[in-house]
């Protein structure tokens, strides 16, 4: 897929289709079951070989499952389960724990102080996902200036952050750039610059920012 990046005018070609079934999702369930395998193997003592003598299977087709290199069969699953007493469901145990989804209902999320905010700035954490598999964690705000928003220094931290306006309007500073913002317009920028709404032209100012930043290990 290719999109027009608007500074340049070039096409910028993009890896990830949205509306496929993704092969890499298959591989993040590839792997859950290879660890949950290799897990209950280790938790009975046993070896590779000798999981081999047990189901049948090739030491090298143990060793393709285990390493979440290939999508074993639901007859090869269940010997598997067999052979290390237990539960079939106890493979996905991983892969499941891992699929979250957080529903927050209109008027519901939860406000909080996020550091380095000021009088008159009142955000809303819309959800949550904390550790997950793809090792990004995410943060949607709603954020409501006011004409009782004082003004403030920009703020500075790690990740990539969207903006996307929804109300009123801003001029938002980003490093050395301030940007009009007026509803429908969005601000994809590296958080690590300097940045912040530094004008209110229209209020009350209302936009969706969301925050991602890599997990610590």
Known sequence: MNVIDPKSNMNVALNQDPHSTSEAREKVLEVAIGREVRAHRKQKGITVADLSALTDLSIGMLSKIENGNTSPSLTTLQTLANALSVPITSFFRQFEEHRQAVHTKAGEGVEIDREGTRAGHQYNLLGHIGAN?????????????TTESDTFETFQHAGIETIYMLEGMVDYRHGADVYHLQPGDTLFFDADAPHGPETMHKLPAKYLSIISYPQQS
């Not at 964690?137 to 409501?144: F, K, N």
């Open 133 to 145: 598999s793809s090792g990004v964690i995410v943060e949607p705000y709603l954020i409501t200036l």
